[in-house]
């Protein structure tokens, strides 16, 4: 324990997630003793975020617009949609350069143990979206992929997502999981293996 500032400074690092009581101690201390440290510029940054960057009134991902980038794309496949749970989630697929549809963040996941239900998730405006895009005469929605983290939570999630889906005659689809490229058969956990032989395809 350090005194006064120095231990709030280093507490406010800690609550954010992913860093420990260490991590956040490094991060204080790095600021401490870098003298060409802008600590105004990092004050700036984080007030600017706050004001400027919202939530895309479309799919629910991280924008500085009304509208995020992709949602205005006139060039993307308005007929899909790839479901993920968070906006970082959007980034990943991005980078494989292999989807050119639109997304549906939904602000995480299911999770009755940390008292998170569908309806404290954006699943609603998905049902929402998917209904405005027939009733407006839009672009008919051919496919959603549901692209929620391969664990508990997520599964939960593609689950209830599924049967809802089913029930409006969307045809739904999950993303592949299984074994890593590079990954060795004896260090992959039971549900990954499962998911593998599940997932299996004849070789041409």
């Given amino acids: 324990m350090y005194d006064g500032i120095v231990q ?9 997630p992913g860093i420990g009581p260490k991590s956040a101690q490094r991060i204080a201390f790095h600021i401490l003793q870098t003298q060409n440290f802008d600590v105004s510029r990092l004050a700036s940054l984080l007030s600017e975020v706050r004001e400027k960057v919202r939530f895309c009134e479309v799919c629910g991902n991280i924008t500085e617009q009304v509208r995020c980038g992709i949602c205005s794309d006139a060039r993307r496949d308005q007929a899909i949609i790839c479901v993920v749970e968070e906006p970082k989630d959007v980034v990943a697929i991005e980078r494989t350069r292999q989807f050119r549809g639109l997304y549906h963040v ?18 609603p405006a998905l049902m929402r979206r998917l209904s405005a895009a027939t009733e407006d005469g839009g672009v008919q929605v051919k496919e959603v992929i549901i692209a929620t983290d391969p664990n508990l939570e997520g599964e939960a999630t593609a689950a209830y997502l599924s049967r809802l889906l089913t029930s409006i005659e969307v045809p739904v689809s999950r993303l592949a999981s299984g074994l890593p490229v590079g990954g060795d058969l004896e260090f992959a956990d039971e549900v990954t293996l499962g998911r593998a032989f599940e997932g299996r395809r004849i070789v041409d």
């Fill in 106 to 123: 939904l602000g995480g996941a299911i999770s009755p143990i940390d008292g998170i239900g569908p309806d404290d998730l954006s699943i």
């Fill in 8 to 16: 709030d400074l280093i507490d406010e690092f800690g609550r954010l």
